[in-house]
């Protein structure tokens, strides 16, 4: 069983940063990679990056802004978010992917991130 916890939201300005942390924990020998997913108000699910022992991965509206990293000591996975805008104000989500799937499971609760005007 694999254990996550978002956590480093909160309310910022536009223009602002935040840094994203996502502890994983239990049995971690299968996982790939891990993702930060967000989800704004009203709207549906989106994929935001990915990290595995090699690769990066962003979505076309955070790349250069925003940044994944990893502490493999922590077993913690970062999303530093840097020139936060209004359309970033979302739920952000931590998962897994396991090696050979596809499908993302072992989501965390969520950390809410929320960009004033």
């Known amino acids: 069983q694999v254990h996550v916890v978002e956590s480093g939201g909160g309310l910022v300005q536009a223009g602002e940063s935040l840094r994203l942390s996502c502890a994983v924990s239990?049995?971690?020998?299968?996982?790939?990679?891990v993702g930060w997913h967000r989800q704004a108000p009203g709207k549906g699910l989106e994929w935001v990056s990915h990290t595995s022992d090699t690769r990066t991965y962003y979505a076309d509206s955070v790349k250069g802004r925003f940044t994944i990293s990893r502490d493999d000591a922590k077993n913690t996975v970062y999303l530093q978010m840097n020139s936060l805008k209004p359309e970033d104000t979302a739920i952000y989500y931590c998962?897994?992917?396991?090696?050979?799937?596809?499908?993302?499971?072992?989501w965390g609760r969520g950390t809410q991130v929320t960009v004033s005007s």
């Open positions: 998962a897994t992917l396991r090696k050979g799937f596809s499908k993302y499971e072992n």
């Open positions: 239990g049995n971690m020998f299968n996982i790939a990679a």
